[in-house]
C-alpha cells in the first residue's frame, strides 16, 4: 500500500517534541512491513537541511488567495532514513530556523497543505492512504473531499492522527478565501464556533481519526479546548493507538550520545559512569539520587509546578538528592528556575533550552524521571526512561496512566492522581526510600528495562485501520 505522511515535524530534519519522533519512526517500520512509505515536512533552516544531500522533484507556485508562493518538492536522496523523505520548500514561509510561533503561521501551514496536495496530484499515481498529523494538517481531508482541483484525490482515504488536542489552528473566516475554490455546500465542515478550527476540520471529515494513547481517547471527551462534544460524536471512527518507540535511535546499549553504554546485564556499572558524567557537568554529586525533568515548560507539563515542587523536595530532603531540570518554554518558569540554583547549589541545576545529546544523557544517567503532566496524549520521556533504566514517576493522565504502574502495584514506576506540588512532593519522598532499597529498586529498574514499547505492535494497528478503511470507508 502506498502511504504518505504529512507532518509540520519529523526527526531528524525538525524537532519540537514528541510529534517528531513519531513521524520520523513510524514510517520506518511501515516500510519494513513491506509498504511505500513517504514523509513531508515543510523546508525548515535546519541542520539537517544544510548538511544532506537533496533533489528536486517538482516546483510549481501555491496559491493563497491573493498571494503566490513560488515552491519546490525536494528528496533526500539517500533514503537513509528508512522512507523516503520529501521537503516543500516555500522560502519566503519555511526558510526560518523555527518550526513555529511566527504571526503568519496559519499561512504557513495551509500553503504548506496546498502544495503538498499540488505535487501529490501531479505525479503519478494515487496514494491509498495520507495519515495526516496534528492541526497543521488537518485541512487536508476537507481539501481532498470537496476543493474542486483535487477531484480525482477524493477516493484516497485520510486518517488525521492527534498528538495533541489542546493546539487546534484556530482562523477567521475572513481568511476563508486562502482555500483553494471547494463545494460551498460543505462549508459546516470548516465551522466551529463562529470560526474555521482546522483540528475540527480534520476530525470531521477524516475517514478515521487516531490518538496517540487509548486513555487519552477517553480523556478528550471531556477534555479537549472546547472539541468534547465532537470527539463524542465521531467516537465510532476513532481508535487509540499507543506510541511505540524507535529502538535503533534510543538503545542504552548503542546510544553513541552518552558517556557508557550498557544493557540489562551490566545496568548498574554503565547508569553509574553515565550519571558522573552528567554530574561533574552539572556540579550535583553522584552518591545521591538523582530526579530529572526534560521537557516544554508549560502549564500542560506540570511545568509550573517544578519550581515550588524542587525547592520544597530539596529543602525537605537537603542532603539526600539531586534534581536536574532540561527545558525551555514559559518565560516566567525558566526564570524561577534559574533562580533556584543559588540556593541550592551542588543539589540542584537547570539547563534551559533544547538540546539532544544532553536528553540522551540524562535518560542515561538518572535515577528518576519526573512527569508531573496535566495532560501527556501519549508521552515518550516515561517509554526512554524505562528503556534506559530510569525509573519514571509520573501523573496518572492520558498515555502515562498506559505505560506505568506504581511500584506498589509490582509496575514499573511511581504514580500520583493529581497535579500538584504536594503529590510530586510524595512520590520524590517514596523515590528516596526506594532508592535506599537497592534489591528493590534494581528489579523495578530491570522491568522497566525490558517492558516493550516496540514501533511493531503499533505499526500492525495503524496498518489494520488503513485496511478497513480501505475496505469499508469506516473502521
Ligand atoms: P511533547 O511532544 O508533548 O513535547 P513527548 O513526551 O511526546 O512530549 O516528547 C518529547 C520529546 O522531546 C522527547 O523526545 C524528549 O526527549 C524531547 N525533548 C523535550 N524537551 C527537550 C529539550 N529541552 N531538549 C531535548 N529534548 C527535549
Not at 34 to 40: A, K, P
Not at 104 to 111: A, N, V
Not at 254 to 262: H, L, Q, R, T
Request: proline share 3%; glycine share 8%; aromatic share 12%.
Amino acid at each position: 500500500m502506498e502511504i504518505f505522511h504529512i507532518s509540520a515535524e519529523c526527526y531528524p530534519m525538525a524537532k519540537v517534541g514528541g510529534l517528531a519522533d513519531v513521524v520520523g519512526a513510524l514510517p520506518k517500520y511501515q516500510k519494513s512491513a513491506g509498504h511505500d512509505v513517504r514523509v513531508v515536512v515543510p523546508c525548515y533552516d535546519t541542520k539537517f537541511r544544510s548538511e544532506n544531500d537533496f533533489e528536486c522533484v517538482h516546483w510549481g507556485t501555491v496559491k493563497l488567495g491573493n498571494f503566490n508562493f513560488p515552491f519546490s518538492v525536494l528528496k533526500e536522496t539517500t533514503d537513509k532514513l528508512g522512507y523516503e523523505l520529501y521537503l516543500i520548500e516555500i522560502n519566503e514561509l519555511f526558510n526560518r530556523p523555527n518550526v513555529y510561533g511566527y504571526e503568519d503561521d496559519i499561512e504557513r501551514f495551509l500553503s504548506f497543505q496546498i502544495a503538498t496536495l499540488d505535487w501529490i496530484i501531479a505525479r503519478n499515481g494515487i496514494p491509498n492512504i495520507i495519515n495526516c498529523h496534528d492541526h497543521h494538517t488537518a485541512v487536508i481531508p476537507f481539501l481532498f473531499q470537496f476543493a474542486y482541483k483535487y477531484e480525482t484525490l477524493k477516493e484516497v482515504k485520510t486518517v488525521l492522527t492527534i498528538h495533541n488536542g489542546l493546539y487546534q489552528g484556530w482562523f477567521g473566516f475572513d481568511k476563508l478565501y486562502y482555500l483553494p475554490e471547494f463545494d460551498l455546500r460543505h462549508i459546516g465542515f470548516l465551522e466551529w464556533n463562529n470560526s474555521i478550527n482546522s483540528l475540527a476540520v480534520g476530525i470531521k471529515c477524516a475517514n478515521a481519526v487516531t490518538t496517540v494513547s487509548p486513555s487519552y481517547l477517553n480523556e478528550i471527551n471531556y477534555s479537549a479546548n472546547g472539541l468534547e462534544e465532537l470527539f463524542k460524536s465521531v467516537r465510532n471512527k476513532s481508535i487509540g493507538i499507543l506510541n511505540g518507540i524507535d529502538f535503533e535511535v534510543w538503545d542504552p546499549s548503542k546510544d553513541e550520545g552518552i558517556a557508557s553504554n550498557y544493557s540489562i546485564e551490566n545496568f548498574q556499572v554503565g547508569k553509574q559512569k553515565n550519571k558522573e558524567k552528567l554530574c561533574e557537568q552539572f556540579e550535583l554529586d553522584s552518591s545521591k539520587p538523582l530526579f530529572s525533568f526534560i521537557g516544554r515548560l508549560f502549564e500542560e507539563k506540570g511545568g509550573d509546578l517544578l519550581p515550588q515542587a524542587s525547592a520544597l523536595a530539596l529543602s525537605e530532603n537537603f542532603e539526600d538528592i539531586n534534581i536536574l531540570i532540561l527545558g525551555s518554554g514559559n518565560a516566567e518558569i525558566e526564570k524561577q528556575l534559574q533562580q533556584l540554583r543559588d540556593d541550592y547549589k551542588g543539589n540542584y541545576n537547570v539547563f534551559i533550552g533544547y538540546n539532544e545529546d544532553l536528553a540522551h544523557l540524562i535518560y542515561a544517567g538518572s535515577d528518576f524521571i519526573l512527569m508531573p503532566s496535566r495532560v501527556e496524549p501519549c508521552g515518550l520521556n516515561q517509554m526512554y526512561a524505562l528503556r534506559y533504566g530510569t525509573v519514571p514517576i509520573v501523573r496518572r493522565t492520558g498515555g502515562l496512566r498506559d505505560t506505568v504502574i506504581d511500584f506498589g502495584d509490582d509496575g514499573n514506576g511511581i504514580c500520583h492522581d493529581q497535579a500538584s506540588v504536594g503529590d510530586i512532593c510524595y512520590s520524590i519522598n517514596r523515590a528516596v526510600g526506594l532508592f535506599a532499597d537497592k534489591e528493590s529498586f534494581n528489579k523495578i529498574i530491570k522491568k522497566g528495562m525490558t517492558t516493550d514499547h516496540s514501533w511493531e505492535k503499533a505499526c500492525e494497528e495503524y496498518i489494520k485501520i488503513y485496511n478497513l478503511i480501505i475496505q469499508q470507508n469506516e473502521i
